[in-house]
């Protein structure tokens, strides 16, 4: 059972538009949600986090919005560039247990075109 | 560069056999994830260990075992080979046991013939 469910699973968009990758998450108990970038041959490099007691966290270019009643969560990226094209991984983290264990989607491949 | 090292880079082998994947975490982390990529099931999470001991276990099959040195690397024994374990191995870590931010391996590619 996929644990977090991400979409869409790949999208192309214009350089100087706007790109929205959307999760969705069913555990309750999720209290730390990053969002990943993957460039190919690289591992996952967090880009941004947000826990559940805010509703928006923004850095720069990148958003997310958070949306804790309907256990959604997106990211959007304003202003896409070239070099935002990478695979996207939502994830979802509990860290109230004795260990930590992250879920992740299954991944946006992000085209820009210049 | 995250700091997170990952040896061998590729991993070529028989269905069958047994090998081990080696990853040394940033100076100072205690805490070092193992995660399973592949191309339909995305990042699956394997195990955890922080400062020797297992601390949280996700999907990761029997055959497979991993455990945390002294020294805090870490190996992932992957044995009874099949096909289906070809994949992206990641490691990643983290300075304490519950810590949010996870720093990535460069991972290492394991293709079973």
């Known amino acids: 059972q996929q644990q977090v469910k991400q979409s869409p699973q790949s999208l192309i968009v214009q350089k100087g538009g706007i790109s929205i990758i959307n999760c969705a998450y069913e555990n309750t108990a999720f209290d730390y949600f990053p969002w990943y970038q993957q460039f190919p041959g690289k591992g996952p490099a967090l880009l941004i986090a947000?826990?559940?007691?805010?509703s928006e966290k923004k850095e720069g270019r990148f958003t997310i919005s958070f949306n804790k009643s309907a256990k959604q969560f997106s990211l959007h990226i304003m202003d896409s560039q070239p070099g935002d094209s990478a695979t996207y991984f939502c994830a979802a983290s509990s860290l109230t247990n004795t260990g930590n264990q992250f879920y992740f989607g299954t991944g946006t491949s992000l085209t820009v075109i210049p | 560069d995250s700091g997170v090292t990952q040896t061998p880079k590729h991993l070529i082998t028989a269905t069958g056999q047994r090998v081990t994947l080696r990853c040394s975490p940033r100076?100072?982390?205690?805490?070092v994830y193992w995660y399973q990529q592949s191309l339909d099931q995305g990042l699956q999470f394997l195990i955890q260990y922080y400062n020797g001991e297992e601390r949280a276990k996700g999907n990761i099959l029997e055959r497979f075992s991993a455990q945390q040195f002294p020294d805090l690397h870490s190996e992932l024994n992957l044995s009874s080979l099949e096909l289906g374990d070809s994949a992206l191995y990641f490691c990643?870590?983290?300075?304490?046991?519950?810590?949010?931010?996870?720093?990535f391996g460069p991972g290492t590619r394991l293709t079973v013939l």
């Open positions: 990643a870590s983290t300075p304490g046991q519950r810590s949010d931010t996870q720093y």
């Open positions: 947000i826990r559940p007691d805010v």
């Open positions: 100076s100072g982390d205690l805490s």
